[in-house]
């Protein structure tokens, strides 16, 4: 199967945490949406231009982070189980995921392209709004991570593939430093093989970025 993916989008990180985790194999398909060329490219394959998008060998095509690592847990018999069966826990899982991605990563997103225009041109309003945010998710998931080793307990989730991202990205723009439970997660987290994986090739494209804009 291909995966459209670049390594400094959030959400792709996402998905390839799931793969990675779940020793899936796939065919990367590096999209640079900044050349308009490959932007018109990719918008043929899938209109709405956004990434991660899987295409199955099948050709069925499987867009949105959370729905391609369920894809992967209900078609591939590998662990770690990321959604659990269980019809609470999923639901539970489902919603911190849904929660992470729009109050923690979206934010954080926000956060790291506002730090790239000059003063005067950045929008307060949403910086603002943005680390409200990212402070109540902070408080919760301290509060969460207390007594666990991962987000939504003793097992590893769909949850943790998302937040994996935004922490990476929040080091620098939304520090967790004050939240000791969400640094000693971070450290665990960023252990894991699919993790420095992921990390290791994000790096250098990263510093690139920030110089080049
Ligand atoms: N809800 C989507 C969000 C995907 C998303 O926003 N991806 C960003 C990269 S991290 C993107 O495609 N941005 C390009 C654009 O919006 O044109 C998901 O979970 O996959």
């Not at 390839?16 to 020793?23: R, S, V």
Request: aromatic share 12%; charged share 30%; proline share 6%.
């Amino acid at each position: 199967m291909d995966l459209y993916y670049h390594p400094l989008s959030t959400f792709s990180q996402k998905v390839l945490m799931a793969l990675y985790e779940k020793n899936i194999a796939f065919n990367p398909k590096i999209v640079n949406l900044r050349n308009p060329e490959k932007r018109a490219e990719y918008l043929k394959i899938y209109p709405l231009g956004k990434i991660p998008f899987l295409v199955c060998d099948d050709d069925r095509k499987v867009p949105e982070s959370s729905i391609i690592i369920e894809y992967l847990d209900t078609h591939y018999d590998s662990n770690p189980q990321l959604i659990p069966t269980d019809k609470d826990r999923s639901r539970q899982v489902r919603c911190t995921d849904r929660m992470c991605d729009f109050y923690l990563t979206e934010q954080i997103i926000i956060l790291f392209f506002a730090s790239f225009k000059p003063e005067a041109e950045r929008n307060q309003d949403a910086i603002e709004k943005a680390k409200f945010r990212i402070n109540v998710m902070y408080e919760q998931m301290d509060k969460d991570l207390e007594n666990r080793t991962w987000v939504m307990g003793e097992e590893l989730t769909m949850a943790d593939c998302a937040f994996m991202p935004g922490l990476f990205y929040a080091q620098d723009i939304a520090p967790f430093s004050d939240h000791a439970n969400i640094v000693a997660y971070w450290e665990r987290l960023s252990l894991r093989p699919s993790c420095q994986k992921i990390i290791n090739e994000v790096k250098p494209l990263l510093e690139n970025f920030k110089k080049t804009g």
